[in-house]
């Protein structure tokens, strides 16, 4: 398979769940192999729902979902082979000890590396003879986070890895994350609201809220394709084109909008650039943007 083929191809998935509203609606994107894609929304934008449909544990509403080109099968659990998954809160055997830990992993996979394991853990301190109920959330984060990648798949998929975590437990496991993936065409796909986070360590960026695709696309192109403008007060910002969200205060105004670079601006706005952290709050403070879902190589 070429490596223009995605990681992970949506094609107008959706998921409701019984007669509840829409969990998930219209996604349509393409994940490129061998990066580290975000996935950022608020509480109930259909992050776990969408991961859960992307490895198979979900069966779609409607819409479908296919990995490295061949559409997930729920009932071909073989697939998951090539995945890696750490559900949220890392669960682990809270009565097993590391060790037991990487020998169960061992027996039931066959490309587990329980040397490299074993390595990761003892460069992290982390004692293999203790039980996982004794060990720090951060050490159980990063146990979850070894045993996944111990099986080396072709991709792998961490649901809000480091939320529970303090901020130095959650460098430490971000750290080890990308010196794993560094040098290997792995393609993580992880989930989290700590955008500053994401920012450090994903190149590519998927934005839902409220069970809809608001923004996909490379960071650096979303970097490049979104600016700052500001001036004089003005409720009026129907002249400039692409706003994505307007805050005025007494005697200023700011518009967050995304053109191409380079675009010209109106002489009246000063544009600057903006941190994604910004443009991702500027999407989510927009409940009513109602387009469509967005769809980008
Ligand atoms: N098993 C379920 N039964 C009914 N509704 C569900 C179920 N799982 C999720 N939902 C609903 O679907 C929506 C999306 O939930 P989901 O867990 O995918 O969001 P999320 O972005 O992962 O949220 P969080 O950041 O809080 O984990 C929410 O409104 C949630 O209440």
Not at 18 to 35: E, F, Y
Not at 48 to 69: K, N, Y
Not at 254 to 273: F, N
Not at 284 to 289: A, K, R, S, Y
Request: overall charge positive; some cysteine.
């Amino acid at each position: 398979m070429s490596d223009a083929t995605p990681a992970l191809s949506a094609v107008g998935l959706g998921r409701r769940y019984g007669r509840r509203a829409w969990a998930l609606r219209d996604c349509t994107i393409d994940l490129p192999q061998g990066r580290i894609i975000g996935l950022v929304g608020a509480n109930g934008a259909g992050k776990t729902t969408l991961l859960h449909l992307a490895i198979g544990l979900l069966r779609p509403t409607e819409g479908m979902v296919s990995m490295f080109g061949r559409p997930i099968r729920m009932d071909r659990p073989a697939g998951l082979a090539r995945v890696g998954f750490v559900a949220q809160d890392h669960p682990l055997y809270k009565g097993f000890s590391v060790s037991d830990m990487l020998r169960f992993g061992h027996a039931m996979n066959p490309r587990f590396d329980r040397a490299g394991a074993r390595r990761r853990l003892r460069d992290l301190d982390i004692p293999l003879d203790r039980k996982a109920g004794a060990l720090s959330g951060g050490q159980q984060a990063q146990v979850a986070l070894t045993l996944a990648l111990a099986k080396q798949p072709r991709i792998l998929v961490l649901d809000e890895p480091v939320a529970s975590l303090d901020p130095l437990a959650r460098r430490e496991v971000m750290r080890t994350l990308v010196d794993a993936v560094a040098g290997t065409d792995l393609t993580v796909l992880l989930s989290s609201h700590v955008v500053t986070e994401l920012e450090r360590v994903c190149d590519h960026l998927v934005l839902l809220h409220q069970g809809r695709v608001r923004l996909a696309g490379d960071i650096d192109d979303l970097l490049a394709g979104h600016r700052l403008l500001t001036g004089p007060r003005s409720d009026d910002a129907v002249e400039v084109q692409g706003v994505v969200n307007a805050t005025h205060g007494l005697r200023h105004s700011s518009l967050l909008v995304r053109r191409p670079a380079g675009a010209p601006t109106h002489p009246r706005w000063e544009a600057h650039p903006v941190g994604l952290e910004e443009i991702v709050l500027a999407y989510l403070e927009q409940p009513d943007i109602n387009r469509p879902a967005e769809r980008r190589a």
